[in-house]
């Protein structure tokens, strides 16, 4: 698996260009040019540590004022749950061991999470990876834009939905400040930065920042949380217009072991069986929480005797998520003439990260098609030909570390161009650069005696067999390439009371995929050989897989974005915004396409797009800010996985259109210097348009569960998918957050409730065998649930010990509610029994306290 985080170019913070003015876009060139929307509409400060910029486009922003208030360490992806039309599920309470992110129903594979511009999707699943962002501290503010891109976004991913966030500029003045936290589940973190303040005249500073985390695992008993991080950027003005140069650094380091649910059910007498390697696992109860893995010991070998792979390490709680994150981005405004504006921030960015569990591999060969002696990969086994257990034997079957390793070197830049022909007219053009070299393979290690893995990355040591071949589960080699030109006008007319906007973009993407394995079948089976030999010998044999080859997918797509605010009055403006959305297959999917031949339609995906439509009303009164939006949004070539029943396998499949519409609204007031309040909502309705083919006939089974459309044994069988909601994301959420000071002290408040979410497409629930009767084992919907966190704190500062001294308290879960956590809801079966299998999901995070204290000068 891979941690994608982009080295990106940094958008630049309100005050670098105007002033106090917030900067509300993605790249440096976007926030030049929306500056002069953002100056005109006096958006100088938010109201609760909310704004609502006056762009067609429906965005909301959060700045420190909320931000601080959250437990320190936490993921920018949980603080946004604040934004309506966001769920976000936390795997902790920390931030530090990944999540769950739906925007409008928009997975998080189909939104473009941006880190100062460029996004952090990982460029082969386009999965996010909420453990890996930046340090909440840094943080100036997070803008998300919920149902569309800027026009310079260099995104393969993005289907609708955009997240961005921004780092601080360095400090005028010379600072210093530590922050230190303590909590449940042995929660240790310390924070530290130094400014430098003003290096000279020309205003030449610069910060670093450093951070480390530790924590045990909040279920399971026997995992750890460690995660360490350094940020530093140095700034230079050029001039006092608002040029600037700008080096950024970011290195994260994540050493965690996965952990969550637990709960199985067998398929012959409803009992509930608990154990981390269940296959089917998804909470029912509260009991989950307090289940332990027990402690095991690998026994040693024992020469000439055929032993048997241990089970100690295979529980879900062994595995390891490690991953390695860097960054260095650049960032660069010049103004050339007069109303002429240049911006350019290239990146680079370094990944290496892995996630899996176990296998079992055997010490002996094997043969194919009367070639003997053979090792690798090979029709799901392992094959070493030598010991690797220290017995003196080859005899045995042994259990190894096997997870997917991922290294990206990944290049980029976004250029922009900006031209005022005069105070009512703008217009912009701008290139972007994205190329990403993602070298996937599959090493195995050994394991300890106590079932851990004996490193976190196999890659750095792998297992060879007795001739000293690598021995993986998987070999290839990716680049993601993007050229993409884009342009953009905004023009006022009416006296400035109508601002219309009109871009698009061209993205031009090209996939250069090398596959060293065979391809066994479309659900992206692999056989690895280690020698050319067995290669040959396994094609001979296994005349329908797909020999180890290279393929090149190109696509391309012109995708418009055009909108207008008008202002009824000086404090109410309306807004309306069509954009296209795409997203390009992933790699998985095009590997997959490998099976079959190069001029077929299987080896040809489609890429998704969608028809994004916004409407809506601001309001923006002195300590009032509120903002209401309906959406509509159009799915064509909807991608998922499915059963091909000739094939009898899982492959992707276009599932044709998917509709979806809803509502988002916020309102935040200040009523007086020392209150806040700030309420949110969403509702989200989505239709999948038709019935899939299941890939099996009706059964007995069928037809008495009432599934698949089954109503005699022999029919085709259909996954009921036509006119049901798409699963993972809730149908709709709301909450609210008040704030209020006395003195120095200062207490927060904020709730949340999620509504249901249904676990799969068909919207059905999930049955298991019992004595021949069927037994619901779990309804349709995870039930809706509410959170209730409280943040309270004492500034120090006003006693004289320093204005960044600050005592605060948070508590997470008040009152400990059992919920189901992340998932991603499923689509398919793969076998004719009366449902889906139970989709993997999290358990929800207990109540956790966590005290912190700040100081600094």
């Known amino acids: 698996m891979q941690r994608i985080l982009l080295l990106s170019a940094s958008a630049l913070a309100s005050g670098l260009l105007f002033g106090a003015a917030p900067a509300l876009a993605q790249s440096t060139g976007s926030v030049d040019f929306d500056q002069p929307i953002v100056v005109t509409a006096k958006l100088g400060k938010s109201v609760a540590g909310v704004e609502t910029p006056d762009t067609p486009k429906a965005k909301q922003v959060l700045d420190q004022a909320i931000i601080s208030r959250q437990t320190p360490g936490q993921t920018v992806n949980d603080i946004i749950n604040l934004v309506p039309g966001v769920s976000f599920q936390n795997n902790d309470p920390f931030g530090s061991a990944g999540g769950k992110l739906f925007i409008r129903g928009f997975d998080n594979t189909r939104i473009s999470e941006t880190f100062d511009g460029l996004p952090l999707n990982d460029t082969g699943s386009y999965a996010l990876y909420s453990n890996q962002q930046l340090d909440p501290e840094l943080i100036d503010q997070v803008n998300v834009n919920l149902g569309t891109t800027d026009v310079d976004s260099p995104t393969a991913s993005a289907s609708g939905s955009t997240v961005n966030y921004r780092t601080k500029l360095p400090s005028h003045t010379l600072g210093a400040r530590a922050v230190g936290s303590i909590g449940d589940f042995n929660f240790r973190r310390l924070f530290a930065e130094i400014d430098t303040g003003d290096l000279n005249d020309s205003g030449l500073r610069a910060f670093v920042a450093a951070s480390?985390?530790?924590?045990?695992?909040?279920?399971?008993?026997?995992?750890?949380?460690?995660?360490?991080?350094?940020?530093?950027?140095?700034?230079?003005?050029?001039?006092?217009?608002?040029?600037?140069?700008?080096?950024?650094?970011?290195?994260?380091?994540?050493?965690?072991?996965?952990?969550?649910?637990?709960?199985?059910?067998?398929?012959?007498?409803?009992?509930?069986?608990?154990?981390?390697?269940?296959?089917?696992?998804?909470?029912?109860?509260?009991?989950?929480?307090?289940?332990?893995?027990?402690?095991?010991?690998?026994?040693?070998?024992?020469?000439?005797?055929?032993?048997?792979?241990?089970?100690?390490?295979?529980?879900?709680?062994?595995?390891?998520?490690p991953s390695n994150t860097g960054n260095i981005r650049i960032n660069s405004r010049f103004t050339l003439a007069d109303g002429l504006v240049l911006?350019?921030?290239?990146?680079?960015?370094?990944?290496?990260?892995?996630?899996?569990?176990?296998?079992?591999?055997?010490?002996?060969?094997?043969?194919?098609?009367?070639?003997?002696?053979?090792?690798?990969?090979?029709?799901?086994?392992?094959?070493?030909?030598?010991?690797?257990?220290?017995?003196?034997?080859?005899?045995?079957?042994?259990?190894?570390?096997?997870?997917?390793n991922t290294q990206t070197n990944r290049l980029g830049v976004i250029s922009s161009l900006r031209y005022d022909i005069n105070p009512e007219n703008t217009?912009?053009?701008?290139?972007?650069?994205?190329?990403?070299?993602?070298?996937?393979?599959?090493?195995?290690?050994?394991?300890?005696?106590?079932?851990?893995?004996?490193?976190?990355?196999?890659?750095?040591?792998?297992?060879?067999?007795?001739?000293?071949?690598?021995?993986?589960?998987?070999?290839?080699?990716?680049?993601?390439?993007?050229?993409?030109?884009?342009?953009?006008?905004?023009?006022?007319?009416?006296?400035?009371?109508?601002?219309?906007?009109?871009?698009?973009?061209?993205?031009?993407?090209?996939?250069?995929?090398?596959?060293?394995?065979?391809?066994?079948?479309?659900?992206?089976?692999?056989?690895c050989l280690t020698t050319s030999a067995g290669s040959a010998a396994f094609a001979a044999a296994n005349a329908t897989a797909a020999a180890p080859q290279q393929r090149l997918f190109s696509y391309s797509r012109v995708l418009p974005n055009v909108g207008f605010t008008y202002n009824?009055?000086?404090?109410?403006?309306?807004?309306?915004?069509?954009?296209?959305?795409?997203?390009?297959?992933?790699?998985?999917?095009?590997?997959?396409?490998?099976?079959?031949?190069?001029?077929?339609?299987?080896?040809?995906?489609?890429?998704?797009?969608?028809?994004?439509?916004?409407?809506?009303?601001?309001?923006?009164?002195?300590?009032?800010?509120?903002?209401?939006?309906?959406?509509?949004?159009?799915?064509?070539?909807?991608?998922?996985?499915?059963?091909?029943?000739?094939?009898?396998?899982?492959?992707?499949?276009?599932?044709?259109?998917?509709?979806?519409?809803?509502?988002?609204?916020?309102?935040?007031?200040?009523?007086?210097?020392?209150?806040?309040?700030?309420?949110?909502?969403?509702?989200?309705?989505?239709?999948?348009?038709?019935?899939?083919?299941?890939?099996?006939?009706?059964?007995?089974?069928?037809?008495?569960?009432?599934?698949?459309?089954?109503?005699?044994?022999?029919?085709?069988?259909?996954?009921?998918?036509?006119?049901?909601?798409?699963?993972?994301?809730?149908?709709?959420?709301?909450?609210?957050?008040?704030?209020?000071?006395?003195?120095?002290?200062?207490?927060?408040?904020?709730?949340?409730?999620?509504?249901?979410?249904?676990?799969?497409?068909?919207?059905?629930?999930?049955?298991?065998?019992?004595?021949?009767?069927?037994?619901?084992?779990?309804?349709?919907?995870?039930?809706?649930?509410?959170?209730?966190?409280?943040?309270?704190?004492?500034?120090?500062?006003?006693?004289?010990?320093?204005?960044q001294t600050f005592l605060q308290l948070n508590v997470t879960n008040v009152f400990d509610k059992t919920f189901v956590g992340g998932f991603d809801g499923t689509f398919i079966s793969q076998t004719s029994s009366a449902s889906s299998p139970i989709t993997f999901a999290q358990i929800g995070v207990p109540r956790t306290v966590i005290a912190t204290v700040g100081i600094g000068f």
């Open 212 to 321: 480390t985390a530790t924590n045990d695992a909040i279920f399971g008993g026997i995992g750890k949380i460690d995660k360490k991080q350094i940020n530093a950027r140095i700034y230079q003005p050029l001039g006092n217009n608002g040029d600037f140069i700008s080096v950024a650094g970011h290195i994260n380091w994540n050493r965690n072991n996965f952990f969550g649910s637990v709960p199985m059910w067998t398929d012959n007498t409803g009992t509930r069986v608990v154990g981390g390697a269940a296959g089917n696992r998804f909470p029912v109860s509260g009991d989950e929480r307090f289940y332990t893995v027990p402690d095991c010991t690998i026994a040693s070998g024992v020469a000439g005797t055929a032993d048997a792979a241990t089970s100690c390490g295979s529980d879900f709680e062994f595995r390891y998520n």
């Open 568 to 803: 009824v009055t000086p404090d109410a403006s309306l807004f309306a915004n069509y954009s296209r959305g795409l997203q390009v297959p992933g790699t998985d999917n095009l590997y997959n396409s490998f099976y079959f031949g190069a001029d077929t339609a299987g080896a040809k995906p489609n890429p998704e797009t969608t028809d994004n439509f916004d409407a809506g009303v601001r309001f923006r009164s002195g300590n009032i800010m509120a903002q209401g939006s309906f959406w509509y949004t159009i799915y064509q070539n909807r991608l998922a996985s499915a059963y091909d029943r000739d094939l009898q396998v899982s492959v992707y499949r276009n599932l044709g259109r998917v509709n979806k519409y809803g509502f988002d609204g916020s309102i935040a007031w200040r009523p007086n210097a020392n209150v806040s309040l700030y309420a949110f909502g969403s509702y989200l309705h989505s239709k999948i348009k038709d019935n899939v083919d299941a890939g099996v006939n009706c059964t007995a089974a069928n037809v008495q569960y009432g599934t698949l459309g089954c109503t005699a044994v022999g029919n085709v069988a259909y996954y009921q998918t036509a006119g049901k909601r798409e699963s993972g994301a809730p149908v709709y959420t709301y909450g609210a957050r008040a704030e209020g000071t006395l003195g120095a002290f200062s207490l927060g408040v904020q709730a949340k409730r999620t509504g249901p979410r249904y676990v799969n497409d068909q919207n059905l629930p999930f049955y298991v065998t019992v004595n021949g009767a069927p037994l619901q084992i779990f309804a349709a919907k995870a039930k809706a649930y509410t959170l209730v966190d409280l943040d309270a704190k004492v500034d120090l500062g006003k006693y004289g010990l320093g204005k």
């Open 427 to 527: 217009v912009r053009i701008a290139y972007s650069y994205d190329r990403g070299r993602h070298r996937q393979t599959g090493e195995l290690g050994t394991l300890k005696s106590n079932g851990f893995g004996a490193q976190y990355f196999p890659i750095d040591a792998p297992l060879a067999d007795a001739a000293g071949n690598i021995v993986e589960k998987r070999n290839r080699l990716s680049y993601a390439i993007l050229h993409q030109i884009s342009g953009e006008y905004r023009g006022k007319f009416l006296d400035n009371k109508l601002t219309v906007t009109a871009g698009v973009r061209a993205p031009f993407f090209k996939r250069n995929l090398t596959n060293y394995c065979f391809t066994t079948n479309a659900g992206g089976a692999y056989s």
């Open 343 to 404: 911006t350019v921030d290239p990146s680079f960015q370094y990944t290496n990260a892995n996630g899996g569990g176990t296998v079992t591999a055997k010490e002996g060969t094997t043969k194919v098609n009367g070639v003997a002696n053979l090792t690798g990969f090979i029709s799901g086994n392992y094959y070493f030909g030598r010991d690797l257990n220290g017995d003196g034997d080859v005899l045995d079957t042994v259990r190894l570390l096997a997870p997917s």
